[in-house]
């Protein structure tokens, strides 16, 4: 019943920016853990960032400083302001619940369509 759909991808050059947001039915924000994730061909789904309950926000080091993780409860949409990017975060980008005892790993285990991210040097 959870239905959540990944928007705002997009070909930018290297150290350009992108904010990707992930709209969700049938689960309330405020009572989850959301997580971005993102997969590169060949290789498979890797935590990106995480905003708990509380409104904390966590990364993976690689995008600590240039990513920002965020949520609007009002529209139920989680966000993903990503900053000076770079060739390696190329990738389809999802979002996803996270467990509430292992916050890097994903809830659901059906995935959305994501949302291609492509930054060209």
């Known amino acids: 019943q959870v239905q959540l759909v990944e928007s705002g991808g997009g070909l930018v050059q290297a150290g350009g920016s992108l904010r990707l947001s992930c709209a969700a039915s049938?689960?309330?924000?405020?009572?989850?853990?959301m997580g971005w994730f993102r997969q590169a061909p060949g290789k498979e789904r890797e935590f990106v960032a995480g905003?708990?309950?509380?409104?904390?926000?966590y990364y993976r080091d690689s995008v600590k400083g240039r990513f920002t993780i965020s949520r609007d409860g009002a529209k139920n949409t989680v966000y993903l302001q990503m900053n000076s990017l770079k060739p390696e975060d190329t990738a389809v980008y999802y979002c996803?619940?996270?467990?509430?005892?292992?916050?890097?790993?994903?809830?659901?285990?059906?995935w959305g369509q994501g949302t291609q991210v492509t930054v060209s040097s």
């Open positions: 049938g689960l309330t924000f405020t009572n989850s853990a």
């Open positions: 905003i708990r309950r509380s409104g904390t926000t």
């Open positions: 996803n619940a996270v467990k509430p005892y292992n916050e890097y790993s994903p809830l659901f285990a059906s």
